[in-house]
Structures are given as structure tokens and as C-alpha cells.
């Protein structure tokens, strides 16, 4: 079991950079998935990035080459850092986590981005 905190949210404008943190409740060196999704009302929930323990990252197409993932396994942490930041990546971010590789079962509470100038 492990229980996910999300912080970092806030209110940016076009172009600016964020950096999202995850803190967890015990360590996470074991856990073979942790990730990143975020959630627009009306909209089907993405998965934004992910990484692996051993440090293999995958991007959704929207995200490449503006944001990367990265955790720290000393401080049981994660996070998403977010540069050039557009409007349409203004929604609720989640972290997760899928410690045997099946399923994503350890949602935060979120934390909001919104992008607007």
C-alpha cells in the first residue's frame, strides 16, 4: 500500500514551466510503474507519462519533447516537470502508481493546472 500526495499546481501563463511534485507514504524503489495523468471535465482521462524503476520513460504525443518525468527515489518522490506550457494542458493532474505492472490503482487527490494568459 502507498498513498500519493500531489502538489505544484497553479495558475501559469502560455510558455511558462511548472513543476508538479508527488510524495509518497513509504518508499518507492519497488515500484515497477509510477505515472502521470491528468483529467478535463468532458474528457477521457490521459496518461501523460510514465516511468519505469529502472528509469525507462514513455510520453503521450501532446507532451513530447515539453515535459518530462522523474523520480527521486531517495525523497519518495515524483514529479513532472512542464515547460512551454499550452492552454489545452490546463486540467487536474494525478499521480499513480502500478507497482506490478497490471493496473493503476493508488490515485492522489489531484492538483490543478490551469494555462491562461
Known amino acids: 500500500q502507498v498513498q500519493l500526495v500531489e502538489s505544484g499546481g497553479g495558475l501559469v501563463q502560455p510558455g511558462g514551466s511548472l513543476r508538479l511534485s508527488c510524495t509518497a507514504s513509504r518508499n518507492i524503489f519497488t515500484i515497477y510503474l509510477m505515472g502521470w495523468f491528468r483529467q478535463t471535465p468532458g474528457k477521457q482521462r490521459e496518461l501523460v507519462a510514465q516511468?519505469?524503476?529502472?528509469?525507462?520513460?514513455t510520453y503521450a504525443d501532446s507532451v513530447k519533447d515539453r515535459f518530462t518525468i522523474f523520480r527521486d527515489n531517495t525523497k519518495n518522490s515524483l514529479y513532472l516537470q512542464m515547460n512551454n506550457l499550452k492552454p489545452e494542458d490546463t486540467a487536474v493532474y494525478y499521480c499513480?502508481?502500478?507497482?506490478?505492472?497490471?493496473?493503476?490503482?493508488?490515485w492522489g487527490q489531484g492538483t490543478q493546472v490551469t494555462v491562461s494568459s
Open positions: 499513480n502508481a502500478d507497482p506490478g505492472g497490471s493496473s493503476w490503482d493508488y
Open positions: 516511468i519505469r524503476s529502472g528509469g525507462i520513460t
